[in-house]
C-alpha cells in the first residue's frame, strides 16, 4: 500500500554568507561563493509533525529535503535507559538506538544509522535518466546505500578499499543496478576517494557529496528529531562519536531546527564527541583551539588507523575547518571531544550487551565508553537529562538469525588507475545494466 506522502517546500542557504536560492536538484554548494561553506536546508515548515512508526525514517520527512518516500526505511528509536541507567546512577538517561532491534522497532537492515542518510539521499536524487550516484566508503555507508539502492532501483557505483570488503554483507542478494568496484589490497579510504572523483568526471555519474549533501545530514539528524520528539524536550548532553563528524553537525543543525519550533526549549544540547585513541585529529585540533585541522603525516595517519577498532571512525580530513562545519557546531552548542582506547570501548561494549541486552558497533562503544568516564569523573550531574547515540548495533544477533551473503567486486582497480581504464570498466559495467 502506498502511503500519502508530500514532500515540505525547502529552500538551500549558504551558512556564511546567509544567501539563499533554490534547489537546482543536486546543489552541493552555495553559487558564486569564493569561501568554502556548507549550505543548509531551510524548511518551510517550521514545527515539526512526526508521522507514526510505519513511515519509517520518513516520519521525520516535514525536516528532510526529499520529493519521494523511498520502501523499507526504519527510523532511530529513542527509549529511556533502566539497565545502564542504574549501572550509571543517572536518573534522566535516554539511548538513541539505530540498529536491530526488533523488540523496540528497530529493523535497519545493515545494523547502522548510515541507513538514515542512504533514505533522505534517495529520496532527493532524481534518477530517471539514469544517473548513476557515486559513493566511496570504508564500510557501513558502502552497505547501506548498496541495500537502499538495490530495493528502490537506484542506479549506484560503491567505490571501497578491496581490504574493506567484508563490510559488504546483507541478507538479501543486492540487484544488477548497484555495482561494486574497489582499490587493490594494500590501498585505504583515500584510494577509494580518489576512484570515486575519477568515476564522477564521466558522463552520467554523479557525486553523492559527503558532509555537503543537505540530504545526507539531515537524514543522520533524525537520530536527534527521535530523541527530542520522544523525551519532549532538547536534553543538556549529546554524546556520539565521530569520524568526519557530520552526524554531530546534523545533530547541531537539528537542534536549531527544534529551538525555532518552539515546543522543546531554547537551549543547545552539548556536543560530546568521540574519538577512538590513538587515531585522534578532531580532538588534536579542538583542544589547540584550531579551526584548521593541524598536520598529520599521511604514514602516520594509516598506522594509527590500523591500530583503532572502530575503523569508521578513521576520516582525515573531516568538515570540521569549514563554514558550518563541526568546529562551528561545538563553538555554539557547547561540549567537548573525550577520548576513548580500544581497551575501555571493549569493556563499554559489554557492560551495554549485559545491562541493555543488545550488542554495539565498536564506533557505539566509543561513545558509551566516553560516557561512562564523563559521569566518573562528574563532567555530568546524575540528574543531567542526556542522550546517547547509538549508532549501530544488533549485528551480531542479526547474522546469527539470518543466513549472510556477500557483495563480490564487479573489479580490481589499481591504487593509482589511469582515467582511460576507469571510463572504459564503468561505461562497460551500466551501458548494457536495465537502470
Not at 230 to 243: D, E, H, L, S
Not at 265 to 273: E, R
Request: charged share 25%; glycine share 8%.
Amino acid at each position: 500500500m502506498t502511503k500519502e506522502f508530500k514532500a515540505t517546500p525547502y529552500k538551500l542557504e549558504s551558512v556564511n554568507t546567509g544567501n539563499q536560492f533554490e534547489d537546482a536538484g543536486w546543489t552541493l554548494d552555495a553559487p558564486n561563493e569564493d569561501q568554502p561553506s556548507l549550505v543548509r536546508a531551510i524548511y518551510e515548515k517550521k514545527q515539526i509533525d512526526v508521522k507514526d512508526a510505519s513511515y519509517g525514517v520518513f516520519r521525520f520527512s516535514d525536516w528532510l529535503p526529499v520529493h519521494k518516500m523511498l520502501e523499507g526505511s526504519s527510523a532511530p528509536v529513542t527509549y529511556k535507559s533502566e539497565g545502564l541507567a542504574k549501572y550509571l546512577g543517572l536518573s534522566d538517561f535516554h539511548i538513541t538506538f539505530s540498529g536491530y532491534w526488533p523488540e523496540k522497532g528497530a529493523n535497519f537492515r545493515t545494523c547502522s544509522f548510515k541507513e538514515t542518510e542512504a533514505y533522505s539521499v534517495g529520496g532527493r536524487l532524481k534518477t530517471d535518466d539514469g544517473t548513476v550516484l557515486v559513493v566511496a566508503s570504508a564500510g557501513n555507508t558502502a552497505r547501506a546505500f548498496a541495500r537502499v539502492c538495490s530495493d528502490n532501483n537506484i542506479p549506484l557505483l560503491l567505490c571501497v578499499p578491496e581490504d574493506n570488503i567484508d563490510a559488504m554483507w546483507f541478507d538479501e542478494p543486492i540487484k544488477n543496478n548497484v555495482k561494486l568496484v574497489v582499490t587493490k589490497s594494500g590501498s585505504d579510504y583515500f584510494d577509494a576517494i580518489h576512484l570515486s572523483n575519477m568515476a564522477c568526471e564521466l558522463d552520467g555519474f554523479v557525486a553523492e557529496g559527503g558532509a555537503k549533501n543537505v540530504a545526507r545530514r539531515d537524514g543522520m539528524g533524525t537520530t536527534t528529531l527521535s530523541a527530542v520528539t520522544t523525551i519532549g524536550r532538547i536534553p543538556k548532553y549529546y554524546f556520539q562519536a565521530v569520524g568526519s563528524g557530520t552526524g554531530a553537525i546534523a545533530a547541531w543543525e537539528a537542534n536549531k531546527r527544534l529551538i525555532e519550533d518552539g515546543r522543546f526549549g531554547s537551549d543547545f544540547m552539548k556536543l560530546m564527541v568521540s574519538q577512538n585513541i590513538p587515531f585522534v585529529p578532531i580532538y588534536d585540533a579542538w583542544k589547540a583551539d584550531s579551526r584548521d585541522m593541524l598536520p598529520l603525516e599521511d604514514d602516520v595517519a594509516r598506522k594509527q588507523v590500523e591500530e583503532i577498532d572502530a575503523k569508521v571512525l578513521s576520516n582525515r580530513k573531516p568538515p570540521y575547518p569549514i563554514c558550518g562545519g563541526l568546529y562551528d557546531a561545538m563553538k555554539e552548542a557547547g561540549g567537548d571531544v573525550l577520548l576513548a582506547n580500544n581497551e575501555a570501548a571493549a569493556e563499554a561494549a559489554k557492560v551495554f550487551e549485559e545491562t541493555e541486552g543488545n550488542d554495539i558497533h565498536p564506533a557505539a562503544a566509543v561513545a558509551t565508553a566516553t560516557l561512562i568516564q564523563a559521569v566518573k569523573d562528574g563532567v555530568v550531574d546524575k540528574d543531567d537529562c542526556i542522550v546517547l547515540n547509538i549508532t549501530g548495533g544488533g549485528e551480531k544477533r542479526f547474522k546469527s538469525e539470518k543466513e549472510i551473503i556477500y557483495l563480490k567486486p564487479a573489479h580490481v582497480f589499481d591504487i593509482t588507475p589511469a582515467m582511460v581504464d576507469v571510463k572504459e570498466v564503468l561505461n562497460q559495467l551500466f551501458q548494457k545494466e536495465n537502470v
